[in-house]
């Protein structure tokens, strides 16, 4: 199912008058690279949906609420990417976060009113990134770093600390990295309370990547919309139920109900 502008309701947000597709319950915003980095100037939220997250979509109202409230959903997975087309419904192009975050500090480097400060990543790596980060920009493109401590999303005033450090920096950006849904939860729980903060962005693994933590799979194998393997094969004790049981098999199942016309949305983003 495919959402044209013409559909759109009174609400004339950024994502709101764009072309979405429909995958089960999930409206994914069917933009190219190109066309939604100049929109990114007009700030939002932007989430990155993949195949764990669709999964989570069906069984947590939560996190629908979540992306309900986004402005701008890409579509974070090769995986997807292919999907679409066997619905008949097919998307431009994957928007990955670990691609979108280096394809918007560089399109923005030049832009002294960005400025970006990131969240996440283990102690110390978030810092590296920045430095690498400002390094390839030329100025200092990333104003602040912190990587929160496990579990901080549970203490209020860890919470409160990380707002103010947001809030001191002056930082026009937050990329958060640390894990769907809690980053996706975090920033729609407190961006109210960061008033000089224009975009916000979820990026999962990317700190990690832009540090030179972890390796991303060679571009070969995500184009084939297998860097889960790769990732799998990484870690495969913390990752393989993730992966195996709890995301392929339940997604391929919704997928093929979708395509039969049998899937009922258990849970409703709201456009």
């Given amino acids: 199912m495919v959402i044209s502008k013409d559909d759109r309701s009174a609400d004339y947000s950024p994502s709101n008058v764009m072309e979405r597709v429909m995958l089960l319950n999930v409206p994914i ?3 190219s690279m190109e066309e939604l980095l100049p929109k990114l100037k ?3 939220v932007v989430v990155t949906p993949n195949v764990d997250h669709v999964v989570k979509l069906q069984r947590d109202q939560d996190f ?8 701008y959903r890409t579509c974070d997975s090769q995986t997807l990417f292919y999907v679409s087309r066997f619905l008949g419904t097919p998307i431009k192009e994957r928007i990955s976060g670990s691609d979108l975050f ?3 500090y560089n399109h923005y480097k030049d832009d002294d009113e960005v400025t970006i400060f990131l969240l996440g990543a283990a102690e110390g790596v978030a810092a590296t990134a920045q430095k690498n980060i400002n390094a390839k920009a030329g100025r200092e493109l990333v104003v602040a770093a912190h990587s929160p401590s496990f579990g901080f999303e549970k203490r209020e005033d860890e919470c409160q600390q ?23 939860k975090w920033i729609h729980k407190y961006k109210d309370q960061m008033p000089n903060v224009k975009l916000f962005l979820a990026i999962g693994a990317t700190i990690d990547f832009e540090a030179g933590k972890t390796s991303r799979a060679p571009a070969w194998i995500s184009n084939l919309g297998i860097e889960w393997i790769y990732r799998l094969l990484s870690e495969p004790q913390r990752l393989w139920k993730r992966y195996l049981v709890d995301d392929l098999v339940p997604f391929g199942w919704l997928i093929l109900q979708q395509k039969l016309h049998l899937y009922k949305a258990p849970h409703t983003i709201k456009l």
């Fill in 102 to 104: 280096p394809a918007f």
């Fill in 162 to 184: 990380i707002i103010q450090l947001v809030n001191e920096s002056g930082a026009t950006v937050l990329a958060v990295g640390v894990g769907a849904p809690k980053q996706e």
């Fill in 64 to 71: 629908c609420d979540v992306y309900s409230a986004a402005n």
């Fill in 29 to 31: 915003d069917n933009l």
């Fill in 42 to 44: 007009q700030g939002g």
